[in-house]
């Protein structure tokens, strides 16, 4: 059981990525599904989640109208698609999961928090730099 991202790179403020985050050993159908993130020195945060089932999103303040949170079925993917990218988006980008049940992302204050989670990727680096 694992989760394992990719896309993160180099890239020019202005410019645009995406992540992708690739589930094994279980479906991302019985899950609510999201991306962290960490600059250094500071705390990890939630950056977007999706819901399962219905498939809310929720997206940080700081992100919001610039990322958008996908996730293919067929392929038990997760994406975070990241356009006109700023230097304050360089972190690591991690994505997780939690069990449907916990209740995480049915709400959007729940993103504030990552104690639900049940699965994380290894984290991929953004680095936002002219």
């Known amino acids: 059981v694992q989760l394992q991202a990719s896309g993160g790179g180099l890239v020019q403020p202005g410019g645009s990525l995406r992540l992708s985050c690739v589930a094994s050993g279980f479906s991302l159908d019985d899950y609510a599904v999201g991306w962290f993130r960490q600059a250094p020195g500071k705390q990890r945060e939630g950056v977007s989640c999706?819901?399962?089932?219905?498939?809310?999103?929720f997206y940080a303040d700081s992100v919001k109208g610039r990322f958008t949170i996908s996730r293919d079925n067929a392929k038990n993917t997760l994406y975070l698609q990241m356009n006109s990218l700023k230097p304050e988006d360089t972190a690591v980008y991690y994505c997780?999961?939690?069990?449907?049940?916990?209740?995480?992302?049915?709400?959007?204050?729940?993103?504030?928090?990552?104690?639900?989670?049940?699965?994380w990727g290894e984290g991929t680096l953004v680095t936002v730099s002219s």
């Open positions: 997780a999961a939690a069990d449907a049940r916990s209740g995480w992302c049915r709400h959007r204050p729940t993103l504030r928090t990552d104690a639900a989670m049940d699965y």
């Open positions: 999706r819901s399962s089932g219905d498939g809310t999103t």
